[in-house]
């Protein structure tokens, strides 16, 4: 029996999980325990005590406009703690809300202007109408060279909010069908580091088994250990080809395996 263990620190589940977004933190335990590696999650609601340094991943979903301002405050203050471990290598999947708060401000419809942490070279602007629907996305070459298993990335969106990279920022995906960021120039989140931002909900890693494997193998190399081997994937790329075909797209599902 492996003594490897993974810790994943999931914030606000109670106030940030929007549309399934647990399933991702389901995922990443359970794809870490089928290859006989021990997963322990570690939420963090308003308030609890957490030692960062014991984390080895970190989650953070999407919520309504109330629970996100519930939780920002302290999230901003937990700041200080996180952002030079991201600066290290520590993975972070952040979603919708998340995402946004991982940027430098979001301008309310009020014209308020509500600031997030700054780790992210984006910022969000309020702007009607919503955006919502299914997405389907083809993921840039990363950064850092990494192949990613599977061109395509799917998942479901609603958002009233509008997001711009900065000078600089590298957008996780290009769109194919749905709105992405803004709606208009065709992005889809943005990748630094180890830290991707998104907005697709739905859950977003059952149906896009190579993202969830791209965040294990960084927190396990950041461990020192092997990269994930490849597990039989047939039922999760067989939901995301479903996806695929559902917007029209038959010929990307093709590619997506």
Not at 60 to 75: P, S
Not at 127 to 141: Q, Y
Not at 237 to 246: D, F, I, K, N, S
């Amino acid at each position: 029996m492996s003594s490897r263990c993974l810790t994943i620190g999931h914030l606000y589940p109670h106030h940030m999980n929007l549309y399934g977004d647990r399933g991702n933190v389901i995922t990443l335990v359970r794809r870490a325990e089928w290859r006989g590696i021990a997963a322990r999650v570690v939420e963090v609601e308003v308030g609890d005590r957490v030692s960062w340094a014991d984390l080895d991943l970190v989650f953070m979903g999407g919520g309504e406009d109330r629970d996100q301002e519930a939780v920002a405050d302290d999230f901003r203050a937990r700041a200080h703690d996180l952002i030079p471990l991201l600066d290290q290598g520590l993975p972070m999947l952040a979603i919708c809300g998340a995402y946004q708060l991982m940027g430098e401000y979001y301008l309310t419809a009020r014209g308020e202007r509500v600031p997030g942490v700054g780790y992210l070279p984006i910022y969000t602007v309020a702007a009607e109408p919503r955006l919502i629907g299914n997405v389907v996305a083809e993921l840039f070459p990363l950064p850092n060279g990494e192949a990613v298993w599977g061109r395509t990335v799917v998942g479901f969106e609603n958002h009233g909010g509008r997001t711009y990279l900065n000078a600089g920022g590298r957008p996780l995906a290009r769109v194919v069908t749905g709105h992405g960021n803004n709606g208009t120039d065709r992005t889809e989140g943005v990748i630094r580091g180890h830290v991707i931002g998104t907005y697709l909900h739905g859950s977003l890693l059952p149906k896009n088994p190579h993202l969830a494997d791209l965040l294990l193998g960084w927190a396990m190399r950041r461990r020192g250990w092997p990269v994930p081997e490849p597990l039989d994937d047939e039922l999760e790329w067989t939901a995301h080809r479903v996806m695929l075909a559902r917007e029209g797209k038959k010929g990307l599902a093709a590619r997506g395996s």
